[in-house]
């Protein structure tokens, strides 16, 4: 479905329901679109894929590019798709970027990238105030949720022409049109099962003016043993995402932040992480103070170290604005805190068993005698 953006014409109030796309071709060039089962582009709006199934494609399930508006993808089930099942993207610098207002709602994702393995279940950037909500996504090779942003080095003069070079992060943050967008009560596991450096839930690049949210997800089993294998991970330049009331339950990393500025992490629960529970890493490419701000979360049984610091992390850029009133415990070990780097946090931090009710199946509710209440720590959902 293609419109015609210069002459105003658009492809509207299409809807697809109950069919079935397969074995689409594969093109090994223009990634994304080629071998895609179905592609929205240049001026569709108000178009629906319903309770359709995709299933050995070449490339991606469902494709929404540039200049699209109020596109659902919903109560989908995509298997085995060569590339990212559901793809939505538009960029500044090739005319007005008017991606907004999509719904990607309780699908079915998993056993994808059977071409290409470097990929996510959902992938959105260059959109706004678009949901991402109710998804189940599972055995993938990479990503499960991925959202992206842009960033100052690779930005292009015609996407912003009254701004003078160089770019920086704050100068290019108002042309960003990533933003405003909600990613919540999604079920991730069993994810980043053949590449590392990846997440169940991903963000990258400077956002636009506007915070993404990241709430009540859960994120399990990301991939196997050490590694770069992360529950919830801030990239390069990531900035003023919201990330509060997530599960992460068996990762690499439970939380890992690269570069990133101006983030909050609020009453999260990370449990079980095999080789590090917070992750904190600072760039020369960042501009002081990043002031992350890291309160009131749950560390539970996590078997590797509490902090991890680099020895390329760059401190004096004051990574984390705020770190206090979290919660650890590491089977009655002792944790270090407000110690080293991090003197001066987590001065009201505990080391205490939280009283999960069933925390080896699965059940992070809290007892009501829990020390986190104490903290001003509230249940997950």
């Known amino acids: 479905l293609i419109g015609d953006v210069p002459k105003n014409q658009w492809v509207e109030h299409v809807k697809f329901d109950g069919l079935t796309f397969r074995h689409s071709g594969r093109f090994a060039t223009w990634r994304?679109?080629?071998?895609?089962?179905?592609?929205?582009?240049?001026?569709?709006?108000d178009c629906e894929v319903r309770h359709c199934r995709f299933e050995d494609t070449g490339g991606s399930g469902v494709v929404v590019w540039k200049e699209c508006k109020n596109i659902v993808v919903a109560d989908n089930e995509f298997v085995r798709t060569g590339d990212t099942a559901i793809y939505v993207s538009d960029y500044v610098g090739e005319g007005p970027t008017v991606s907004t207002g999509h719904v990607i709602e309780n699908n079915s994702i998993h056993d994808c990238g059977t071409v290409?393995?470097?990929?996510?279940?959902?992938?959105?950037?260059?959109?706004?105030?678009?949901?991402?909500?109710?998804n189940l996504n599972f055995n993938m090779p990479y990503i499960g949720i991925r959202l992206t942003g842009s960033n100052a080095e690779g930005w292009p003069a015609k996407a912003s022409p009254d701004l003078k070079a160089p770019y920086t992060d704050a100068s290019v943050k108002p042309f960003v049109p990533t933003l405003?967008?909600?990613?919540?009560?999604?079920?991730?596991?069993?994810?980043?099962?053949?590449?590392?450096?990846?997440?169940?839930?991903?963000?990258?690049?400077?956002?636009?003016?506007?915070?993404?949210?990241?709430?009540?997800?859960?994120?399990?089993?990301?991939?196997?043993?050490?590694?770069?294998?992360?529950?919830?991970?801030l990239d390069d330049h990531t900035d003023d995402a919201r990330c509060t009331d997530n599960i992460v339950n068996d990762a690499g990393f439970g939380l890992h932040l690269h570069g990133a500025s101006r983030n909050l992490l609020e009453n999260n629960i990370f449990a079980y992480s095999r080789q590090t529970d917070i992750s904190v890493q600072p760039e020369s490419y960042n501009i002081a103070p990043m002031d992350t701000i890291l309160r009131h979360n749950l560390f539970f049984q996590c078997a590797g170290t509490v902090f991890l610091d680099t020895s390329f992390a760059r401190w004096d850029m004051k990574p984390l604005g705020e770190c206090d009133y979290n919660l650890f415990w590491q089977d009655g070990k002792k944790v270090a805190l407000g110690q080293g780097t991090f003197a001066g946090f987590d001065q009201h931090s505990l080391v205490a068993?939280?009283?999960?009710?069933?925390?080896?199946?699965?059940?992070?509710?809290?007892?009501?005698?829990?020390?986190?209440?104490?903290?001003?720590?509230?249940?997950?959902?």
């Open 180 to 233: 405003d967008n909600v990613i919540e009560f999604n079920h991730i596991h069993h994810i980043m099962q053949q590449l590392q450096d990846g997440g169940g839930i991903y963000l990258w690049g400077i956002m636009g003016i506007g915070a993404n949210i990241v709430r009540n997800n859960l994120i399990e089993h990301v991939g196997e043993g050490n590694g770069l294998y992360i529950g919830l991970y």
């Open 32 to 45: 994304y679109f080629g071998g895609a089962a179905l592609l929205l582009a240049h001026n569709a709006r």
């Open 116 to 134: 290409s393995r470097s990929i996510a279940g959902i992938e959105l950037g260059g959109a706004s105030h678009s949901l991402i909500d109710y």
């Open 353 to 381: 068993d939280p009283k999960f009710k069933d925390p080896a199946h699965g059940d992070f509710s809290l007892e009501a005698d829990s020390p986190a209440l104490g903290l001003g720590i509230h249940a997950v959902d």
